[in-house]
């Protein structure tokens, strides 16, 4: 009794695979069909190459490569160098990519919570300052010349370079601690650093500590032409309080160009760090 054997459109229902795969599987050596009847020129396939389908399946979905599987279930044995060095460098290889998604999940998690944080602001419009405690976060820097154009200064081709070039990434929002709230005031203050959060282990000389400090809050809604408004706010109210000031001030970006292009949306926090409190 001769072998049943399966045309290529028999194949396609019962192992649900298209015949387009299975014309590319046979192209390149991967599930050849072993006989094609003289009488209708179609592909047919033995049980055993119907069964060697969800193998070819299971290995796909386990992330070999096609040239991988094709050399594995031609070649199969345990010797070292063979498929158990194959599986081996598959678990390497999926290592790397699980942390290449956590960084990855990170990073989307941070501008989410930008989000959200923008959300709350524009909910409840705070108009007051406030004193907050900021926790301490490791950030990678940039130190540059402030020429009063955030757009260039917020999505920083150089900054970007150079975490590109330290092969790190970055989240959260981008913050410039500026040298002078004096100077910021008066719109005079070009000495900056640029930083932001970072996601990989560097070197201790490519970051900073940035937080662990009482700071006044102020969130400004709008465009960066009007923010000497809400400096001018800050300066009365520490004036008026009696607050005890460190003369740098930070501008954390919570929504800004990377995030929308109208720039009456834009959010930014205005932080002071107090000395003591009266």
């Known amino acids: ?38 009488t209708n020129k179609y592909r047919s396939y033995t049980e055993e ?10 290995y796909k979905q386990s992330g070999f490569k096609l ?21 081996n460098d598959k678990i390497r290889e999926l290592e790397i990519l699980e942390g290449e998604l956590k960084t990855k999940k990170k990073a989307v998690k941070e501008w989410l919570d930008l989000i959200k ?21 490791k950030m990678m820097f940039l ?11 917020i999505v920083n081709i150089e900054f970007n370079n150079y975490i590109e070039k330290m092969k790190n990434m970055i989240a959260g929002p981008v913050i410039i601690e500026f040298s002078s709230f004096e100077n910021k005031c ?27 400090i009482l700071v006044a809050s102020y969130y400004y809604i709008g465009p ?32 800004d160009y990377w995030t929308f292009s109208d720039e009456n949306k834009f959010i930014t926090e205005i932080l002071v760090p107090i000395q003591s409190i009266p």
């Open 224 to 255: 960066y032409n009007n923010i000497k408004i809400a400096y001018k706010k800050m300066q009365d109210w520490l004036k008026k309080c009696g607050y005890e000031y460190v003369d740098k001030c930070y501008e954390r970006y919570v929504v």
């Open 186 to 212: 008066l719109e005079k203050c070009t000495d900056v650093k640029i930083m932001q959060k970072c996601l990989e282990k560097c070197e201790s000389e490519q970051l900073l500590d940035f937080g662990d």
């Open 49 to 58: 190459e119907l069964h060697k389908i969800p193998i070819i399946k299971y």
């Open 1 to 38: 009794m001769s072998e049943k054997k399966y045309r290529i459109g028999e194949v396609e229902k019962i192992c649900k695979i298209s015949k387009r795969t299975l014309r590319y599987y046979d192209e390149i050596g991967l599930l050849c069909p072993s006989g094609i009847p003289n």
């Open 143 to 153: 130190e540059q010349k402030f020429e009063y154009k955030y757009m260039n200064s």
């Open 67 to 87: 040239d991988d599987i094709k050399k594995m279930i031609n070649k199969f044995d345990f010797h070292p160098g063979n498929i158990e060095e194959k599986f």
């Open 117 to 137: 944080e923008a959300k709350t602001v524009v909910a409840e419009k705070p108009m007051d300052i406030n004193i907050k405690m900021f926790k301490k976060t």
